[in-house]
């Protein structure tokens, strides 16, 4: 006869006092550890325009599109002024962002360049979409070669994933990043915040500010 206690004997059945608590446990971890990287990634936005008012922290800015914008910056914010350079002064080994457009050829002709100081090496490097107009590109990377071409510079750049050639025509402005302070941030300097973090209630903060020392425009 069949005997269902016998069946029974070589099923080892989960003990619900051990194995349900580390499962909730471990969805709880889950819950907590994605909350905490969602709290940690506020989205940012890029805001190019005019310094109209500054009180304090608080800076009330006129961007490119026509808005007006308050954007509070941070207590220790990073004040860079943007000032113009020579072609001269890229050469291979250099750390530099080209904002450009894509060729037929898959080259990037520039319409920006901005070097970076040396303690920037590496900052957002790579090649991707940018919105100083239309279809425009952003590559952050070294520059590998140099070299004089008929329409201006060729220069070679490589990153991590890849490399572009670039050809950078003698109109084109070239600026660098030099570390200032907040005598920059003054009435009707133009500036650049690359990521300014939206705050839940809808604030903008800033932990670095870009301005254009001696009436540049920050062209990238």
């Known amino acids: 006869m069949f005997d269902r206690r016998n069946s029974l004997e070589g099923i080892i059945m989960p003990k619900p006092n051990t194995w349900m608590p580390r499962a909730v446990a471990a969805a709880f971890a889950t819950f907590i550890a994605v909350s905490s990287v969602s709290a940690q990634q506020a989205p940012t936005v890029r805001i190019r325009g005019t310094i109209a ?13 026509g808005s007006d914008v308050n954007v509070r910056m941070t207590d220790n914010v990073a004040v860079f002024a943007v000032v113009k350079t020579e072609l001269s002064e890229i050469k291979e080994g250099s750390y530099i962002g080209v904002t450009a457009m894509p060729e037929p050829d898959g080259t990037q002709r520039a319409i920006a360049v901005h070097i970076f100081p040396e303690n920037q090496r590496g900052a957002a490097e790579g090649f991707r979409p940018w919105d100083a107009r239309a279809n425009s590109t952003m590559t952050n990377a070294t520059v590998t070669q140099t070299v004089k071409g008929t329409d201006g510079q060729n220069i070679t750049v490589k990153y991590k994933d890849g490399e572009k050639k670039v050809v ?24 650049i915040i690359f990521g300014a973090a939206k705050k839940e209630d809808g604030s903008l903060e800033a932990n670095r500010v870009n301005v254009g020392r001696d009436g540049i425009t920050p062209p990238m």
């Not at 950078?168 to 500036?191: H, M, Q, Y």
């Open 168 to 191: 950078v025509s003698p109109d084109t402005p070239i600026v660098s990043f030099v570390a200032s302070d907040r005598s920059e941030i003054k009435p009707g300097a133009k500036l």
């Open 53 to 65: 008012n500054v009180d304090g922290n608080m800076l009330d800015i006129k961007t490119r599109e």
